[in-house]
């Protein structure tokens, strides 16, 4: 085994360390702050434009109605009305929605009008509303867009304007049947 002297060429000699400058620490300073800035700008931008509206448009006006939602609800309860709404298969992006209403005893409550919401969980500008054709006694059915993924049922009866059954499920949607 032989041992060859060891060559040393220019790029292996130590260099001298870089001097800082004013201007260097200027340019590290304002490319800071430019990077801050960008990122700041892109994030409000994406907070910005995917804000879908608020949930409530006044708290005082919600404040004010609440009482009235506890008498509603009070009533609505007393009745023991028994609402079920099925979701069919979806078929070319529309969601079959089939509903009963049966009162305490077991017969279809008459003279009620039906409205659907299909509620976006975050974002309100996806919600859809549907009013659902009467079918019989105390039976609705209406189609309804919906992508899939979470939603919130509303399901409203009314008689004459004034709701007399309100209710709010979260369901899923997938893309051959709603769970």
């Not at 060891?6 to 430019?34: H, L, N």
């Not at 009235?68 to 979806?90: C, F, K, P, S």
Request: hydrophobic content about 40%; aromatic content about 6%.
């Amino acid at each position: 085994m032989s041992m060859r002297p060891a060559t040393r060429t220019a790029s292996d000699q130590a260099r001298p360390p870089r001097e800082i400058t004013g201007r260097m620490v200027f340019v590290c300073v304002v490319t800071f702050f430019a990077v801050v800035t960008a990122v700041n700008a892109v994030m409000i931008r994406a907070a910005v434009s995917t804000f879908g509206g608020l949930e409530t448009d006044s708290s005082y006006k919600a404040g004010l109605a609440f009482a009235r939602e506890i008498a509603a609800a009070d009533a609505q309860g007393r009745q023991h009305w028994n609402v079920t709404a099925t979701l069919g298969a979806m078929i070319d992006g529309q969601l079959q929605l089939d509903l009963v209403a049966l009162d305490a005893a077991g017969r279809p409550v008459s003279g009620q009008n039906a409205h659907v919401r299909l509620s976006h969980p975050t974002d309100r500008r996806h919600d859809h509303d549907l009013d659902l054709n009467p079918v019989g006694p105390g039976r609705f059915a209406g189609q309804v867009s919906a992508a899939p993924g979470q939603w919130d049922l509303v399901i409203e009866l009314s008689r004459d304007g004034e709701r007399t059954f309100l209710s709010r499920r979260r369901i899923v949607v997938s893309d051959a049947r709603p769970r």
